[in-house]
């Protein structure tokens, strides 16, 4: 009976450690290895080859930045905008956050997204051809992007945008940078 007991708990242990092991995939998560733009009501997580931007390296309307570059020219942005609009939902601080978009881009429209401690959020997709100026990628490249809008804990608006030169950033990558992102 000792022998029994002693095997169910070793199981049960066992369970509990892989169980704990598989919390760490969830939303808000951070790959080993990435950095973290932490703002004061949301944090998003990048991979490795991204430069985090000073305050004044960055537009003065983001809270936060990350730049990845290539031969001299920035290939993917990751921004952080906080407070941007009087937004009172998701759903109005998208359609400000769109605002936002190169003119002529092709919007994919919004949709629902959970984001760690967001109570509503919306993802836009879109793509543009790139104007050749900032320092991007060459005029006329094309370029994906992906914005994640809502309302933080204080009822602030909150935009994050990951844009990034076809080819430069692996969906995979892509994925684990929306799941990073957690709103306080």
Known sequence: ?????AHLAAALLTTAVALTGCASSEAGSVPDG??????????????????????GERGR?????AV?????RKVSVITVQLGFTEANSAEQAAIAAEAGIQMGADVKGHKDVELAGA????????????TG????????????????????STDSAFAVRIDAQRGSLPDGDLDRIIDSVEVH
């Open 1 to 5: 009976m000792k022998t029994r007991r």
């Open 34 to 55: 990435w950095g973290t733009l932490r703002t004061k009501g949301v944090d998003v997580s990048y991979p490795k080859g991204y430069e985090e931007q000073g305050a």
């Open 61 to 65: 309307h983001n809270a936060a930045a």
């Open 68 to 72: 990845r570059t290539e031969g001299g």
């Open 119 to 130: 109570d509503e959020a919306k993802r836009i997709d879109f793509t543009f051809k790139a």
């Open 133 to 152: 100026e900032d320092g991007g990628p060459p005029k006329g490249t094309p370029v994906g992007g992906v914005i994640l809008a809502g309302l933080d």
